[in-house]
């Protein structure tokens, strides 16, 4: 699933990321996400706005919902975890 689909309060784990536009790649990558990291969605604005979220333990970032639409994530219960 998406990033930008993810609801408050859920973990999910970074499964791919795929971006089009130059250089977005390398900017994720210098917050964190990175294939196997955790992120932690802390809010999500109204009407398509920005995403809060906790990278790891302790990085919060804002990013735009376009941006999280390019990276593909796995929740806990596709993980298998609690089970």
Avoid: Y
């Amino acid at each position: 699933m998406k990033l930008s689909v993810v609801k408050p309060g859920q973990t999910v784990t970074v499964e791919a990321i795929s971006t089009d536009e130059p250089g977005l790649g390398r900017r994720l990558e210098a917050m964190g996400f990175k294939v196997g990291q955790q992120v932690k969605v802390l809010r999500k604005a109204w009407l398509n706005g920005p995403l809060h979220l906790r990278v790891g333990l302790t990085t919060e970032v804002a990013m735009r919902s376009h941006e999280a639409e390019g990276i593909l994530v796995k929740g806990s219960g596709e993980l298998g975890i609690g089970k």
